[in-house]
């Protein structure tokens, strides 16, 4: 398996409610990330999981809570967004782990989130 | 600040024709560099990395060049065709190890 996937493709919520993306890698990457994209821009990091730990917060706004259960999966949960938080969210992974120098990052299809 | 600029902004070619995309970069001390695509909202794909060490790397139809000294990198299409039609994104990797970005170049191929 030598592909990132990513859940859902879409979503669509309101303000008040609470949603988790979710994030898979099976090819035995030690590091993972969260990027945000908004239209016509370039990705942005929000978080860098490595070894399973957050290695990387780049001031994100506490409402996007980041999770990694094990080497495979990574989670962003999402409670109580506004609608300037609809972008496209990027899940990313490495095989060399953060802080080890140069890593090739290997990007998911995305899930496109609307905050209504 | 690594600061990685791509020009142009858009571009539109005939089908068959060879092209070059540019991607320049502000601090020579990368790691590596990286050429994704990104069809409309979609994910990235990594088309081509070349390491600080490396000059150039080919792929298919595609070449990418490296020069540090010069703070520069191009993406060279051969022959293109209408499924290349794209957003392309180059994006350095220093010591902050984060990947700096480009805001890329849209490429339309005609048929």
């Known amino acids: 398996d030598t592909e990132v996937t990513q859940t859902p493709k879409h979503l669509v919520m309101g303000m008040t409610n609470k949603k988790s993306l979710k994030c898979e890698q099976h090819?035995?990457?030690?590091?993972m990330y969260w990027y945000k994209q908004k239209a016509k821009k370039p990705p942005e990091l929000m978080f860098v999981y490595s070894y399973e730990k957050l290695s990387i917060n780049e001031s994100v706004p506490s409402r996007f809570s980041p999770e990694c259960p094990n080497s495979s999966l990574l989670n962003l949960h999402l409670h109580a967004l506004q609608p300037e938080d609809s972008a496209l969210y990027l899940c990313a992974s490495s095989q060399v782990p953060w802080g080890q120098g140069h890593n090739e990052q290997f990007f998911g299809p995305g899930t496109r989130l609307t905050v209504l | 600040k690594q600061e990685v600029t791509q020009i142009p902004a858009a571009l539109s070619v005939p089908e068959g024709e060879n092209l070059v995309l540019n991607c320049s970069f502000t601090?020579?001390?990368?790691?590596?560099l990286q050429w994704f695509r990104q069809d409309p909202g979609k994910g990235l794909t990594s088309l081509l990395l070349?390491?600080?060490?490396?000059r150039e790397q080919t792929s298919g139809r595609l070449n990418a060049s490296l020069d540090k000294s010069s703070g520069r990198s191009t993406l060279y299409i051969a022959a293109s065709q209408p499924g290349d039609s794209a957003t392309y994104l180059c994006a350095a990797q220093g010591g902050s190890e984060k990947l700096v970005f480009g805001k890329g170049t849209k490429l339309t191929v005609n048929p």
């Open positions: 601090d020579s001390a990368i790691y590596n």
């Open positions: 090819m035995g990457h030690r590091a």
């Open positions: 070349i390491q600080s060490s490396q």
